[in-house]
């Protein structure tokens, strides 16, 4: 039984496919199939494959924002009643959500994801909590790179995009998921602040080309003071640069004003099933056991995946991984989806077209400009 997943490095994948194998008593052996780490790369390979109806892949580990766009095009099947409880109880609400597609579960929640503000406790007593505040505060260290984040014209500005948003009380989409929202007052406050952060002093020159490993990198240098990105950067930094991971804090993301509190877009990996699989039955028993307790432990420690049952963010071997495990399930806890439509893809390529690069945004003309492309987006048919 095939399992296509990204190519977790530290072999936590690999360990709970073979400890499945062996409580499956015989029934199934469970292969792990390597996708690229690339997101993008990952969801090319797998839509050529599923749009085929390739039987030999049974399990796939899907990237939250694909939920949508495989349910509706028929390529993953529907969790049966009694193995959809299960794998929901004890469940962060966001995660959940991010397998639900027209009140149906499609996937089995196993890894999520948020971003986190990181900061140097050397140079800052307490971390800003608003935006504005962070970037006076950035700008006081007078150098350019004192605030690393993600500005490249890809997932990421999009992800950022939507938390702010999110933050500022708005959305792309209306509730009906079908038509755009993107109201007019905190769409434009939104793309203020993103050229506002653009524009600062304090930004990274090379902003504009810079994705989650680039920012990691700066700030392992020792030179930035601020970060937002995800939980990898605390264990890499201990790593590769001890001197740093000594005066490396955490905190929840800046809000964006002082009437909402952050809301991050949640990230993770979901366990769908191949609606072409040979033996359904098997691939959904192998799926919740990846997913299970026990796997989540291993993929967290091992692996440092943060878990989607909530009550693992209590676990000593969770926390002495996750020092800021606090932080992290108060984030995951009020935690917004990415649009969950099945154009999901060409939505994410209309907002960063559009805003990228940050410092160039008119944030009144591009509010009109953004909204207009992802109606066109919603419209599309493409798929790739």
């Known amino acids: 039984m095939a399992w296509y997943v990204f190519a977790e490095p530290s072999g936590a994948f690999r360990g709970a496919a073979k400890r499945c194998s062996q409580l499956a008593g015989g029934r199934f ?79 089995a929640p196993f890894t999520s994801n948020a971003q986190l503000l990181w900061y140097r406790s050397d140079r800052v007593k307490s971390p800003p909590r ?18 690393q984040l993600q500005g ?36 434009v406050e939104v793309l203020s602040l993103m050229k ?44 590769n640069a001890p001197k740093v991971a000594a005066h490396m804090a955490f905190a929840r993301w800046p809000s964006i004003n002082r009437h909402h509190l952050s809301r991050i877009a949640i990230g993770g990996l979901n366990l769908g099933v191949n609606a072409s699989a040979r033996h359904p039955g098997l691939a959904f028993e192998a799926a919740e056991c990846l997913a299970s307790k026990a796997n989540q432990v291993i993929a967290a420690k091992q692996g440092g995946l943060p878990p989607t049952l909530e009550t693992l963010y209590d676990d000593p071997e969770v926390r002495q991984r996750f020092p800021f495990a606090d932080s992290l399930r108060e984030t995951l806890r009020e935690a917004v ?48």
């Open 29 to 107: 052996t469970l292969v792990l199939k390597p996708l690229p780490t690339d997101a993008d790369q990952q969801r090319e390979q797998l839509v050529r494959r599923l749009a085929a109806a390739d039987p030999d892949i049974d399990i796939i580990g899907m990237d939250v924002i694909w939920t949508a766009e495989f349910a509706e095009a028929g390529w993953i099947l529907p969790w049966p009643a009694a193995s959809s409880k299960r794998v929901s109880m004890e469940r962060l609400s966001a995660a959940v959500e991010s397998a639900r597609y027209k009140n149906r579960l499609w996937a």
């Open 337 to 384: 989806l990415r649009p969950r439509t099945p154009v999901y893809n060409d939505v994410s390529l209309a907002i960063s077209r559009t805003l990228h690069p940050m410092r160039d945004i008119d944030p009144v003309t591009d509010a009109k400009r953004l909204r207009k492309a992802v109606a066109r987006a919603l419209n599309s048919e493409g798929l790739l």
């Open 152 to 187: 490249q014209r890809y997932e990421g500005l999009t992800v950022f995009f939507i938390s702010l948003l999110a933050s500022a009380g708005g959305s792309v989409l209306d509730e009906s998921g079908s038509g755009v929202a993107l109201e007019e007052a905190p769409t």
């Open 130 to 147: 608003i935006w504005h505040e962070l970037i006076e505060k950035a700008e006081t260290f007078g150098s350019p790179g004192t605030l």
């Open 196 to 239: 506002k952060i653009a524009s600062s002093p304090a930004a990274d020159r090379a902003l504009a080309t810079a994705r989650e490993d680039q920012a990691r990198l700066a700030f392992e240098t020792g030179e930035p003071t601020f970060m937002v990105n995800y939980p990898f950067v605390w264990s890499s930094s201990r790593q």
